[in-house]
């Protein structure tokens, strides 16, 4: 059975300061998204990583995966009260012809002033 | 451009009734999905269509569970027989093909008193 583990799933931190949010899982899959879900709302997609070694950036935070150690990281640059979120890793699943994702249990962020 | 709609955005039903959900996805995307969301379990997949293939219910947890999708767009969840651990936001997201990003709805809120 798959999964995927994010640590920390709790993580307060003060504006300004870096912090990196780790997500191992344990099958092989060529393809992780990050989400980001506000309080009371849905998924928002951050991003995709197709491939060992992507990394993506989108302002402060920045993501990347390495298919080989089954780990993708999201780093997180001079955290501003705007990141408080909760960020989800999910693995993209084939199977036959059906896909899903299975999803870590999130990461609450909070970034205090 | 519109995103993935679902309603009711709350239901609040007694055990034992049965309850319809309903999704209508992005237009012209040809996947859709459920998952459902809540605290013991985090987030878990339900089902996927795909085009007119058949779908994969390999995520539905009973056989009160049950799901459609009417002419390759609008989608209807239906759960019979609620039963409180039934509780939980059941989301739909829909992505323009196989194995492409998933984009959510605002989630459907179902309260089983």
């Known amino acids: 059975e798959l999964k995927v583990e994010q640590n920390p799933l709790f993580l307060s931190m003060q504006e300004g300061k870096n912090y990196t949010i780790y997500c191992n899982y344990s099958t092989t899959s060529d393809r992780l998204y990050w989400y980001r879900q506000d309080p009371g709302k849905s998924l928002e997609s951050l991003f995709v990583?197709?491939?060992?070694?992507a990394v993506k950036q989108e302002g402060r935070l920045m993501a990347s995966l390495d298919t080989k150690a089954r780990l993708s990281t999201l780093h997180i640059t001079a955290a501003v009260h705007d990141l408080s979120a909760t960020y989800f890793c999910?693995?993209?699943?084939?199977?036959?012809?059906?896909?899903?994702?299975?999803f870590g249990k999130g990461t609450k962020l909070t970034v205090n002033p | 451009g519109a995103g993935v709609s679902q309603s009711p955005s709350n239901k609040v039903t007694e055990k034992g009734k049965d309850v319809e959900l309903r999704c209508d996805p992005i237009s012209g995307h040809t996947a859709l999905y459920w998952y459902r969301q809540s605290l013991g379990q985090g987030l878990e997949f339900l089902i996927y269509?795909?085009?007119?293939?058949?779908?994969?219910k390999s995520g539905l947890p009973s056989d009160r569970f049950s799901a459609e999708r009417t002419g390759g767009s609008v989608s209807t969840l239906t759960i019979q027989r609620t039963q409180q651990e039934d509780s939980a936001v059941y989301l739909c997201?829909?992505?323009?093909?196989?194995?492409?990003?998933?984009?959510f709805g605002p989630g459907t809120r179902l309260t089983v008193l």
């Open positions: 990583l197709l491939s060992n070694g």
């Open positions: 997201a829909s992505s323009p093909q196989w194995r492409s990003t998933q984009y």
């Open positions: 999910a693995v993209d699943i084939r199977k036959g012809g059906s896909e899903k994702l299975v």
């Open positions: 269509f795909q085009g007119n293939s058949a779908p994969d």
